[in-house]
């Protein structure tokens, strides 16, 4: 299993007899990837490409690795492929691709693809609870994890107890800051850790900056569970304090999360894109009658 390319947005490559590469990053890193993969691989060619989830920085590199290898199967959920099908969705993906590859030619962060993303269509459609057999001694069983979009789904390989989770579990940031990453749903985005945290789990792929080994990978999704509800009680206490004022509450969690944070780090605008989708998602929670 490979770190490929930044691992701020990685991919993750399985090498095998069919070799299997997890997310596409960001369309800026498009290049970095590409070598990345080619310097395990040499000639052999990746055989399938899961997406965890459909936003831009987990799709960008995609449609250049179909043309690049035409065999690769693109896998994803029913919903996944559903958005990736919205020209609404598809603009938002282009605009957040372009910014962040001003941001990393900013910080001259290796070499640049210049071209845009571009959309593409899945050749897999995978179902939660079902388990493909990729070759001899190699399965990949589909985990239904929402919470951080409803399209969400976390791979787990049984035979080496790896499980490529994403951002079902928190994301590590600078100074090992835990950025809970529910957007659409928290008691959903509860719900999936506990349920990969049933799993036996020696290597924890997440979405961004760090894998989590042995006892760690554990510790990492309960962290994860702990994490989440400390970001719920930041953010009922700024809802309360701003009267229900969700850009004033989010901007106070800006400065009390995100200003410090020293770079590299997520681009101002996904960042406040994310932060006001999980603001919205807790208050529709405290406002939810209660039963």
Not at 77 to 91: D, F, M, W
Not at 157 to 181: C, D, F, H, M
Not at 201 to 223: E, M, N, Q, Y
Not at 239 to 265: N, S, T
Request: hydrophobic share 40%; glycine share 6%.
């Amino acid at each position: 299993m490979y770190v490929v390319g930044s691992s701020a947005t990685p991919v993750y490559l399985l090498d095998g007899p069919k070799p299997i590469l997890f997310d596409a990053g960001l369309t800026a890193f498009t290049l970095q990837y590409e070598a990345g993969i080619k310097e395990i691989l040499k000639t052999r060619e990746p055989s399938y490409l899961f997406l965890t989830h459909s936003h831009f920085d987990h799709i960008g590199a995609a449609s250049y690795f179909k043309k690049l290898w035409p065999e690769l199967k693109i896998a994803g959920s029913e919903k996944c492929g559903e958005i990736l099908a919205k020209p609404n969705a598809v603009k938002l993906m282009t605009d957040l691709n372009y910014e962040a590859a001003r941001g990393i030619k900013e910080m001259c962060l290796g070499p640049v693809y210049e071209s845009p993303f571009e959309p593409f269509e899945l050749d897999v459609i995978v179902q939660p609870g079902q388990t493909m057999d990729i070759s001899s001694g190699v399965s990949v069983s589909v985990i239904n994890t929402p919470g951080h979009t409803w399209d969400f789904m976390a791979y787990y390989i049984p035979e080496q107890k790896i499980l490529v989770a994403s951002e079902a579990v928190a994301t590590y940031e600078s100074g090992g800051y835990l950025q809970p990453e529910f957007l659409v749903d928290f008691d959903a985005y509860l719900d999936s850790i506990q349920t990969i945290e049933k799993l036996d789990t020696d290597i924890l792929c997440g979405g961004h900056h760090a894998v989590f080994t042995g006892a760690d990978a554990a510790k990492h999704i309960r962290r994860s569970f702990n994490a989440a509800n400390h970001y719920l009680s930041m953010a009922q206490k700024f809802l309360i304090q701003e009267k229900g004022d969700i850009d004033r509450a989010v901007a106070q969690i800006k400065a009390e999360e995100w200003d410090p944070r020293p770079w590299p780090k997520q681009p101002e605008s996904a960042y406040l894109l994310n932060t006001w989708q999980r603001v919205n998602t807790i208050s529709r929670r405290m406002n939810k009658p209660h039963e």
